[in-house]
T-cell receptor, first 112, second 115 residues
Framework: DAKTTQPTSMDCAEGRAANLPCNHSTISGNEYVYWYRQIHSQGPQYIIH???NNETNEMASLIITEDRKSSTLILPHATLRDTAVYYC?????????????FGQGTILTVHP | ETGVTQTPRHLVMGMTNKKSLKCEQHLGHNAMYWYKQSAKKPLELMFVYNFKEQTENNSVPSRFSPECPNSSHLFLHLHTLQPEDSALYLC??????????????FGPGTRLTVT
């Protein structure tokens, strides 16, 4: 699976958009980009995933560059409850075991 | 609430004890997972079960023994643990690989302390 690079930490003001970048320059054509987050002392939470096209759901938007070498998770109106560690994971679709490999992620702090 | 419950939430055990962690999912999934999260380290996948069959053992020491009696329940039996096994143990579930196995739903975890 392709390796990802994320900033260690980011800050965001409450009510503003939080844009979390992820580099995955070695991604191959059949690899998906998944985002999870982990609020302190809780289990990780699935946010969104995509292959080529931009995706949006009730939680966030995922913007994938045309060359697919990087992506950005956007939380349109961050709240204090969005403070968490955000993980960008690149995996190969269609494999048998559902293996998720978590890195260090980005610590997002939303402040008033 | 994610539909995945874990008990107990906290556990303190001595190195000679035997204990079990329990996970139950109410989502109709057929794949279940155990992860370990040690302090200052990323989550590590331990075991994967698909339709009650173990399909992945990520080089986990034998003092951790998983059991999956049905698709809704997963256990992790612990014996003769070491202090370095102290960690947050997380259970997750998903649809069977081949559909969307990477959209996993996690329980709240069991905080284990080995003394």
């Amino acid at each position: 699976d392709a390796k990802t690079t994320q900033p260690t930490s980011m800050d965001c003001a409450e009510g503003r958009a939080a844009n979390l970048p992820c580099n995955h320059s070695t991604i191959s054509g059949n690899e998906y980009v998944y985002w999870y987050r982990q609020i302190h002392s809780q289990g990780p939470q699935y946010i969104i995933h995509g292959l080529k096209n931009n995706e949006t759901n009730e939680m966030a938007s995922l913007i994938i560059t045309e060359d697919r070498k990087s992506s950005t998770l956007i939380l349109p109106h961050a709240t204090l409850r969005d403070t968490a560690v955000y993980y960008c994971i690149v995996i190969t679709g269609g494999t048998s075991y559902g293996k998720l490999t978590f890195g260090q992620g980005t610590i997002l702090t939303v402040h008033p | 609430e994610t539909g995945v419950t874990q008990t107990p939430r906290h556990l303190v055990m001595g190195m000679t004890n035997k204990k079990s962690l329990k996970c139950e999912q109410h989502l109709g999934h057929n794949a279940m997972y155990w992860y370990k999260q040690s302090a200052k380290k990323p989550l590590e996948l331990m075991f994967v079960y698909n339709f009650k069959e173990q399909t992945e053992n990520n080089s986990v020491p034998s003092r951790f023994s998983p059991e999956c009696p049905n698709s809704s329940h997963l256990f992790l039996h612990l014996h003769t643990l070491q202090p370095e096994d102290s960690a947050l143990y997380l259970c997750a579930s998903s649809h069977v690989p081949g559909t969307d196995p990477y959209e996993q739903y996690f329980g709240p975890g069991t905080r284990l302390t080995v003394t």
